[in-house]
């Protein structure tokens, strides 16, 4: 909820604090509210419920849906970010971080100032927590969700787990109804049930819906160790230079080696590229380079970087060159050759990327086919560092011109027929007379797509005196209701 | 290799004064070789071939060629070019600059089939050549295509030099279609004019253009014999026939090799 409010603040369409908006997410029913923020809250509208349940008892409820899965990156990336406070920490679930504080709390000033110090700087980053200290995660669990603001558990765990419900044992939903027909509402109650029996009664459940067993992990009977993830290390080739310098295209092939053998000992190969140069006023500089392909070939990035090396602003000089591997993925090294030998022509990747390092990214297409009977939609021309398209429309089985007019240009009709294209028109002040036809083909405008109003197309394909071979049409019939007369455009050329 | 044909046996007959067959020659570095086989090598003018169509399958060579489109919005150009594609499902890499795209549009992948094709859209003639000799390198793709429009500085003999010989190094066939240009002085191993012919008749549809001719002149060839011809596009077949263009009595008939010589 507090990552959509901040992205809609940065576009400066977020609602007022008043306007009840919950998030949704697809349930088993149609959606269901994944978030709320607090005036949806105080409206009555609940976590889990369906949206359409909430509508009825709240009009005014505003609903989005939610990006679940661009909260877990954010998650994941704050994983790494709380390491601030202790060297180990991992994501629990889907809206929760565990840290392992143990032995890092007093350089804090004590687990209070510590909980204080993460709310702060939590919400500096726009984000709200509910935080809560415990020997165990589960307790902690528990605490955080259910427990009072900022609570601190000490040895006792039981005692302070006594008085919070029974869905702060992290079960099943269809588990709690069970424990609240069974009577037992909180832990405690739970905890002073007898044990024999709880067991006998739960003993062939896995562990979400077994609430002995979730019990035990709170209490620290059961062993629940925080399997920390470590951050990968960045791919980064630094060059310190004894004093500034204005051309880093002498270091840079001494760094692209750099950079591709630590490439080449993880197995990666790079596809964004980033140059920065620090320069003595102490401002960075830098460009870019994309890849088509995941590349570790040191000439290769050297070529990608050489022709635009000129765009960066030296200042007064720069004494630190870096090169960094962005985004990576995993390549496989193929063999080519039985000998060893290596070919001394261009893959078709690292073609496409010294186009676009040349020419920019948008200069270098890749058409493909779309499932379209539009003529201009027929045809996408992807960016070629764009992946490649995992379906592609079927070939248009029928007659297309090779060439296509950007804009279809409109032709002069000096004597038009009823039926067909016109006998003689004037197409860049040259006079086509219409020898041969073929069509019409009628192509209706896509009503998903166009505006209202948009004509229908007829096709010809026309072949004048001299033999060229035109791809015609007439926007709209007479007496279509959507203008005047129809008009006739040039839209191709055949071969 | 320029051009892989049926080569028959010169027949004579009653109505058909005399055959020519083209024949393939094996070196691979010399581009177009169009041979006489059944006389004596015949004049370099006009209409050296005459007779029956000699049926052609057209195969590019790995070499530089230019194209001279007769006018500049006709894709006939295009058509001839693209019918010297080689088989296979290898990429064609396209590049325009800017006036070439105005112009005349934007090739269109539906009407080029199945064969993907990479696009590029750069602003100078100069441009176009510095992509066409990058592209070149690459062996993965099945034809470089260049349009140049006009006369540009930069498309001097040098440069046509550069791209003949990376095309017949790595064996990329490397086509230039230059519009709105006269032929100057270039390296291109074949240089071509294509001008639109009307088309031949539809198979079912009288009204109908059917497969498209052009009238095609090779007027600069390093190793073959400069003609003209009137191509005819089998589409469904994706082959190329070709019948001489307007075959002049005299200089066509066959009387033997003493008589040609004595034309002459």
New interface residues.
């Given amino acids: 909820m507090d990552r959509w409010q901040k992205i809609m603040d940065q576009s400066n369409s977020a609602p007022p604090d008043d306007v009840p908006v919950v998030l949704a997410r697809e349930g088993q029913h149609g959606p269901v509210i994944h978030a709320t923020n607090r005036a949806a809250r105080l409206a009555g509208a609940q976590e889990g419920v369906r949206v359409v349940d909430a509508k009825a008892a709240c009009p005014g409820l505003r609903v989005e849906y939610g990006d679940l899965a661009g909260d877990r990156a954010l998650l994941d990336r704050l994983v790494h970010w709380v390491r601030r406070w202790c060297p180990w920490s991992v994501r629990d679930g889907e809206t929760g971080l565990i840290l392992d504080t143990t032995g890092s709390a007093h350089l804090w000033g004590g687990e209070v100032l510590m909980l204080i110090d993460m709310e702060t700087r939590l919400s500096l980053l726009g984000l709200s927590a509910r935080l809560a200290c415990a020997p165990t995660w589960g307790a902690a669990w528990a605490l955080a969700r259910f427990g009072p603001v900022r609570s601190l558990c000490g040895d006792d765990v039981a005692a302070a787990l006594a008085p919070l419900p029974v869905a702060g044992l992290r079960l099943r939903p269809d588990t709690l109804v069970l424990l609240r027909r069974l009577g037992l509402k909180t832990i405690g109650a739970l905890a002073e049930a007898p044990r024999l029996s709880l067991t006998r009664r739960f003993a062939r459940e896995p562990l979400e819906s077994n609430p002995q067993m979730r019990l035990d992990q709170a209490r620290g009977r059961l062993p629940e160790p925080v399997g920390s993830v470590e951050a990968a290390p960045p791919l980064i080739a630094r060059a310190t230079l004894p004093e500034p310098v204005q051309d880093p295209t002498d270091w840079l092939p001494a760094l692209a080696e750099d950079l591709c053998a630590q490439l080449m000992q993880q197995g990666l190969g790079a596809r964004r590229l980033h140059l920065a140069v620090y320069r003595t006023d102490g401002t960075v500089a830098g460009i870019a380079a994309a890849t088509s392909a995941p590349t570790r070939d040191p000439a290769h990035l050297v070529r990608l970087f050489a022709e635009r090396v000129a765009q960066i602003d030296p200042g007064f000089g720069f004494d630190l060159i870096t090169l960094s591997a962005g985004i990576t993925e995993a390549v496989r090294a193929i063999q080519v050759h039985l000998d060893g030998q290596k070919d001394d022509d261009l893959g078709l990747p690292l073609l496409i990327d010294r186009l676009a390092a040349k020419f920019g990214a948008r200069a270098v297409k890749r058409p493909v086919l779309c499932a379209s009977h539009m003529p201009e939609r027929a045809e996408v021309a992807q960016t070629a560092l764009a992946d490649a398209p995992a379906h592609a429309a079927a070939a248009v089985a029928r007659d297309r011109p090779l060439r296509l007019l950007a804009v279809p240009e409109q032709v002069t009709v000096i004597y038009a027929v009823p039926e067909g294209p016109p006998a003689r028109f004037v197409w860049r002040r040259q006079t086509h007379l219409v020898a041969r036809y073929e069509g019409p083909e009628r192509i209706a405008p896509e009503w998903w797509h166009d505006r209202p109003g948009t004509r229908l197309r007829d096709y010809f394909k026309i072949e004048d005196q001299r033999g060229r071979r035109l791809w015609v049409y007439r926007e709209g019939l007479h007496g279509d209701g959507r203008g005047g007369a129809p008009c006739w455009f040039v839209h191709g050329m055949f071969g | 290799m320029a051009w892989a044909q049926g080569a028959t046996a010169p027949h004579r007959g009653a109505c058909q004064k005399g055959a020519v067959t083209l024949e393939q020659k094996q070196n691979i570095n010399e581009g177009f070789s169009v041979q006489c086989a059944a006389s004596s090598p015949v004049t370099p003018r006009l209409a050296p071939l005459s007779g029956p169509a000699v049926r052609v399958r057209a195969a590019s060579g790995p070499t530089l060629s230019e194209v001279f489109p007769e006018?500049s919005?006709?894709?006939?150009a295009?058509?001839?070019v693209?019918?010297q594609l080689p088989g296979g499902m290898a990429?064609l890499f396209w590049v325009q600059d800017r006036l070439s795209?105005?112009e005349?549009?934007?090739?269109?992948?539906?009407?080029?089939?199945?064969r993907?094709?990479?696009?590029?859209?750069?602003n100078r003639p100069v441009?176009v050549l510095?992509?066409l000799e990058?592209?070149l390198?690459?062996?993965?793709?099945a034809m470089a295509i260049g349009e140049v429009w006009g006369q540009p500085k930069a498309l001097d003999f040098t440069a046509s030099t550069r791209l003949a010989l990376r095309a017949e190094r790595?064996g990329v066939p490397c086509w230039l279609i230059r519009r709105s240009a006269a032929p100057d002085l270039s390296a291109a191993r074949a240089r071509w004019r294509v001008?639109?012919?009307?088309?031949a008749a539809?198979p079912d549809?009288a009204?109908?253009?059917g497969d498209?001719?052009w009238r095609i002149e090779l007027f600069r060839a390093r190793d073959a014999q400069p003609g003209a011809w009137v191509a005819r596009?089998d589409r469904a077949a994706d082959r190329v026939d070709l019948v001489a263009a307007s075959g002049d009595g005299p200089l066509a008939e066959d009387h033997g090799p003493e008589q040609q010589r004595a034309a002459r």
């Fill in positions: 006018a919005s006709d894709a006939a295009v058509g001839f693209l019918s990429p795209r105005l005349t549009g934007l090739p269109y992948l539906p009407g080029l089939g199945p993907p094709v990479i696009r590029v859209e750069v441009d510095w992509a990058e592209a390198r690459c062996r993965a793709l790595y001008a639109a012919l009307p088309s539809h549809d009204q109908a253009p498209p001719r596009h």
